[in-house]
């Protein structure tokens, strides 16, 4: 069977134990009401994903001052719109309404193989096509020239960014079936996490050296993941 590729990212232990304990509790319909564990598994998904796609790179980049800066105030823009929408829509919801959105989040969790040891990992699926592209720019930032790719760069990610935001928000509030609400406050929040990623890139890539670009192209192999494996979850939580 062949296997979803996806851009991934390390998880905690903490975010794997809940989201496991969270998924089991709904799918086997337990009467204990799970929107608050819900809202406090989301925000710990918010935070490991920050870390895991943009926080990580201060330090992969090395960036300083201004570059740093603006990819702090990036994560807090994306943290802020994410939390909002969350628990603006789950706080209300009962766990029938939130099954199927747990069964979307199992299908994002992954369990990759590093150095002979399975790591738990989180994640968005793309598409044959967009995995192409991310595995095309990070070979060509890796080369020789890799000022040559910093265009092609900044569009693939900026594709990602929309992936993203269609798996992780959009996705999400669809299968709530919340009101038009919450269905604009949607709308609004992924308008800033796409205008904050594209002002991000923007503003960082075209200024990188070429062994900052390398490191990029490195990182982005890195996340890359073509044969994780889907999780596999016990009978009770």
């Known amino acids: 069977m062949a296997v979803t590729p996806f851009v991934a990212f390390p998880c905690s232990a903490e975010l794997r134990s809940e989201t496991e304990k969270l998924i089991i509790n709904l799918r086997a319909g337990v009467s204990e009401p799970q929107n ?5 598994t989301i925000d710990l998904l918010i935070e ?19 570059m740093a800066k ?35 989040v199992a299908s994002l969790m992954l369990d ?44 693939t990610l900026d594709k990602l960014t929309t992936q993203a935001a269609e798996v992780y928000i959009s996705e999400s509030v669809r299968l709530l079936q919340v009101g038009i609400v919450l269905r604009k406050m949607a709308s609004a929040a992924i308008s800033a996490v796409k205008g ?18 390398k490191a990029l192209g490195d990182y982005i192999n890195t996340l890359h993941v073509t044969d994780g494996a889907a999780v596999e979850f016990k009978e009770s939580a």
């Not at 192409?132 to 092609?152: I, N, Q, R, W, Y």
């Not at 503003?203 to 070429?210: A, G, H, I, R, V």
């Open 196 to 213: 904050a990623m594209r002002l991000m890139l923007k503003k960082t890539l075209p200024d990188l050296d070429e062994t900052q670009l």
């Open 112 to 155: 990759v193989e590093v150095n002979g040891e399975m790591q738990p990992w989180m994640g968005v699926p793309v598409s044959d096509e967009l995995s192409k592209e991310l595995h095309d720019v990070a070979a060509g930032l890796c080369g020789d020239t890799p000022k040559e790719f910093v265009s092609m760069a900044m569009d």
């Open 48 to 66: 490991d994903l920050l870390d895991g796609f943009l926080l990580k790179l201060i330090d992969v980049l090395e960036m300083q001052n201004f």
């Open 70 to 104: 603006l990819v702090r105030s990036t994560a807090g823009t994306i943290n802020k719109a994410g939390s909002s929408i969350a628990n603006a829509s789950l706080k209300k919801m009962d766990n029938d309404q939130m099954r199927p959105m747990a069964d979307h």
């Open 36 to 40: 608050k564990a819900a809202m406090a």
